[in-house]
T-cell receptor, first 111, second 112 residues
């Protein structure tokens, strides 16, 4: 399956600061999904991007898909303690449409 | 109340024993998946099934087996051939034609 590299692995921010995680591929991606996993929990779907240069917003979260469809980012404005968790990008592909996950970025928000 | 259930939440087994993890969904989803997650890592696909009585190996199928006798159920057996079975196991499902996957709460397996 398609491989995606996700950076950074860890990020500590003070509450109110912004946060960004990046997902990169050496090949063109047909789509990219983002999931959030709270500590001790399971991944929850956030969004899917499919178009070149696509930008989608969900309240304080902004998702971007690169023009070349080889990278994506998730940006959180003014983080809150409820944002704590690990954010994964994932690529859907293969004959059975299986997901290949990035290694995730673990976000810690300090109050 | 629709969703995916996995049981038990925590499971302890002795080395050399087979163990079966349960996954049930009442979302009427056709596709079901099993993932393994190790600390600080992403999810890796073990097995997946698009329809009843059919399933395919994922990236790390060695030492695991599955069955799909009913649409609602997709149990995973961790066999003694799996060299490092201690991990967090997540089951997921998706609707035909849709990309979003819904995950169960997971089972933490510890092999002693």
């Amino acid at each position: 399956g398609q491989q995606v590299m996700q950076i950074p692995q860890y990020q500590h921010v003070q509450e109110g600061e912004d946060f960004t995680t990046y997902c990169n591929s050496s090949t063109t991606l047909s789509n990219i999904q983002w999931y959030k996993q709270r500590p001790g929990g399971h991944p929850v779907f956030l969004i899917q991007l499919v178009k070149s240069g696509e930008v989608k917003k969900q309240k304080r979260l902004t998702f971007q898909f690169g023009e070349a469809k080889k990278n994506s980012s998730l940006h959180i404005t003014a983080t809150q303690t409820t944002d704590v968790g690990t954010y994964f990008c994932a690529v859907l592909g293969g004959s059975a449409r299986q997901l290949t996950f990035g290694s995730g970025t673990q976000l810690t928000v300090l109050p | 109340d629709g969703g995916i259930t996995q049981s038990p939440k925590y499971l302890f087994r002795k080395e050399g024993q087979n163990v079966t993890l349960s996954c049930e969904q009442n979302l009427n989803h056709d596709a079901m998946y099993w993932y393994r997650q190790d600390p600080g890592q992403g999810l890796r696909l073990i097995y997946y099934s698009q329809i009843v009585n059919d399933f395919q190996k994922g990236d790390i199928a060695e030492g695991y087996s599955v069955s799909r006798e009913k649409k609602e159920s997709f149990p995973l057996t961790v066999t003694s051939a799996q060299k490092n079975p201690t991990a967090f196991y997540l089951c997921a499902s998706s609707k035909q034609g849709y990309n979003e996957q819904f995950f169960g709460p997971g089972t933490r397996l510890t092999v002693l």
